[in-house]
T-cell receptor, first 111, second 112 residues
C-alpha cells in the first residue's frame, strides 16, 4: 500500500510561471518530508525538506508547504526555468531516515 | 570532494547468475541505502544499514542481500538473478536521522 502519493504524473508550464507539485501521505507518523529532483540517467538530487513542526520552508525559488491535518504537502517553484524540467519525487520518513517515495511527477518547462 | 559512486553503471547478466553491485561513499556517513526504480513505482527500498555490521531489510528485499564490513561500502548482491530484477538501482547515504540522503548515479541492470 503506497504511503506517499503523487497524482498528476506530468506537468507542463511556461518559463517564468509557477510550478506547483502536490503530494499526499497516509502515515500520520511521518515527521520529515523531502523533495528530490531527478534528471535522466542521473541519481536523484536533494532539493528541499521540511520538518513536521513547520508549515513552510523556503530556499530560493523553491518553497515547500506542509498541511499536517490534510496530510498534504506541495512544492512551489517560482519562477520556473527550463533547467527545472525533470522528474520530482516527494519522500517522507518517521525518525529512522528510511524514506518512502512517491512515484514522481514529470515537469516540463516550456521556454 | 566527497562523493558516492556506483559500479558498474550498466550490467547485463543471465537468469540464475549471482551479481554484485558496488556502492562506495567518501562522506563517512553512517547510513547507507539501496533502492530500485521501476516505471510506475518510484523508488523502493531494498536494504539499508545504520553502521558497520548492521543490515536491515526494506520493502522489496527478497532475492537481495547486503553486507557492511566498513563505513564506506555497501555492496548489493543478487543471489540468483531473475528477469523481475531488471531495474535501475540507486545507492544512497546520509549522516544521521534528519538529514537528506545523497544518491549515487545509479546502475542499470538487465537480466536476460
Amino acid at each position: 500500500d503506497q504511503q506517499v502519493k503523487q497524482n498528476s504524473p506530468s506537468l507542463s508550464v511556461q518559463e517564468g510561471r509557477i510550478s506547483i507539485l502536490n503530494c499526499d501521505y497516509t502515515n500520520s507518523m511521518f515527521d520529515y518530508f523531502l523533495w528530490y529532483k531527478k534528471y535522466p540517467a542521473e541519481g536523484p538530487t536533494f532539493l528541499i525538506s521540511i520538518s513536521s513542526i513547520k508549515d513552510k520552508n523556503e530556499d530560493g525559488r523553491f518553497t515547500v508547504f506542509l498541511n499536517k491535518s490534510a496530510k498534504h504537502l506541495s512544492l512551489h517553484i517560482v519562477p520556473s526555468q527550463p533547467g527545472d524540467s525533470a522528474v520530482y519525487f516527494c519522500a517522507a520518513s518517521y525518525g529512522n531516515n528510511r524514506l518512502a517515495f512517491g512515484k514522481g511527477n514529470q515537469v516540463v518547462v516550456i521556454p | 570532494d566527497a562523493e558516492i559512486t556506483q559500479s558498474p553503471r550498466h550490467k547485463i547478466t543471465e537468469t540464475g547468475r549471482q551479481v554484485t553491485l558496488a556502492c562506495h561513499q567518501t562522506w563517512n556517513h553512517n547510513n547507507m541505502f539501496w533502492y530500485r526504480q521501476d516505471l510506475g513505482h518510484g523508488l523502493r527500498l531494498i536494504h539499508y544499514s545504520y553502521g558497520v555490521q548492521d543490515t536491515n531489510k526494506g520493502e522489496v528485499s527478497d532475492g537481495y542481500s547486503v553486507s557492511r564490513s566498513n563505513t564506506e561500502d555497501l555492496p548489493l548482491t543478487l543471489e540468483s538473478a531473475a528477469s523481475s530484477q531488471t531495474s535501475v538501482y540507486f545507492c544512497a547515504s546520509s549522516r544521521d536521522t534528519y538529514n537528506e540522503q545523497f544518491f549515487g548515479p545509479g546502475t542499470r541492470l538487465t537480466v536476460l
